[in-house]
Every structure is written in structure tokens, then in C-alpha cells.
Nanobody, 125 residues
């Protein structure tokens, strides 16, 4: 079992920055995936960025160049640095984790079984 606690959301103006954190506890295999996903009201959940146990990161096209996913294994914490925020980034952001090969990290949020409670990000124009 893995427990995830998201934090770091807030309200910022367009062009601002936020850093999300996800503290993980419990057991996860040595081969794992972690990621950030978001869901805006009335929209489907979408992938933002994922990172695997080999530290390979992948990004959605809409955030590439603006967001950076990283992990601190010593602190068991996942981060998402978000720069140049836009109003369309407004959503509830969730971190997720699971144990499967890195090749499956990206492409389907439904694969992930462990989720944080979410943290709200609101970007005003």
C-alpha cells in the first residue's frame, strides 16, 4: 500500500509560479511510476507529467517547457514546478503512483491505483 499526500496548490495570476509536492509513504516496488494529473470542472482527468524509477520524465504537450517534474528519493517526495502558469492550467491536481514498468508510466491515468487527495490550482488572468 502506498499513501500519497498532495500539497502546494493555491491561487496565482497568469505568468506566476507554484510548486506542488507529493509526500509518499508505504511500500512500492523498485520499478515504479509516479505522475501528476489534473482535472478541471466538467472535463476528464488528464495527464500532466510522469516520472519513472529510472528518472525519465514525460510531459503533456500543453505543459512542456513550463512544468518540471522531479523526485527526491531521500525524502520520498514528488514535485511539480509550474512556471508561466496560464488560466487554462486551473484544475485540481493529483499525484499518483503505482508499480509497473516505466514503459507504462504515460498514456493512461486509469492504470494508477494510488492517488493523493488533490490540491487546487487556480490561475487568474
Amino acid at each position: 500500500q502506498v499513501q500519497l499526500v498532495d500539497s502546494g496548490g493555491g491561487s496565482v495570476q497568469s505568468g506566476g509560479s507554484l510548486r506542488l509536492s507529493c509526500a509518499a509513504s508505504g511500500y512500492i516496488d523498485s520499478s515504479y511510476c509516479m505522475g501528476w494529473f489534473r482535472q478541471a470542472p466538467g472535463k476528464e482527468r488528464e495527464e500532466v507529467a510522469t516520472i519513472d524509477s529510472d528518472n525519465n520524465a514525460r510531459y503533456a504537450g500543453s505543459v512542456k517547457g513550463r512544468f518540471t517534474i522531479s523526485q527526491d528519493n531521500a525524502k520520498n517526495t514528488l514535485y511539480l514546478q509550474m512556471n508561466s502558469l496560464k488560466p487554462e492550467d486551473t484544475a485540481m491536481y493529483y499525484c499518483a503512483a503505482d508499480s509497473f514498468p516505466p514503459a507504462f508510466c504515460s498514456g493512461s491515468w486509469q492504470r494508477y491505483n494510488y492517488w493523493g487527495q488533490g490540491t487546487q490550482v487556480t490561475v487568474s488572468s
